[in-house]
């Protein structure tokens, strides 16, 4: 499993948006939504948000899953620089981790802004359900 993370140019860096792509040669499942740390594997996780698809994404050797991670509210303030994110996977029990960690590859700099509030959304299918949904609640 591989994982990049980009910004939308209208967005203002405020959401990261992450691609994972099944480089293995058997089909996996990715449950809920994805268990993102920025510092530490010590550190609390940001909570769900209530976006669509929240069962599971199975994907195939070469397919694609989505979710996004909200790093900070418009407005608000401070923000904190992190130079790396790190994702593990559910496994069917929610908060039960399997696997990982995988680093994100992050866009352009090397680094995120995050607040003291980040949420993260559930794995889906479809980019443009995760991105609509996450231009909808801002």
Known sequence: MSITGTFERQDSERNLFMTA?????RTCTLY?????RFATDTEVQPPPMESPARAAATIRPGEKAYSAVRLFREGCSPTEARASVKVFFHDRTAN???GGPISVTLPQGGFVNVDSNPMVTFWNRDPDAVKSYMFKVH
């Open 21 to 25: 792509v099944n480089t293995g040669d």
């Open 32 to 36: 809920y939504y994805p268990i993102v």
């Open 96 to 98: 039960d981790e399997v």
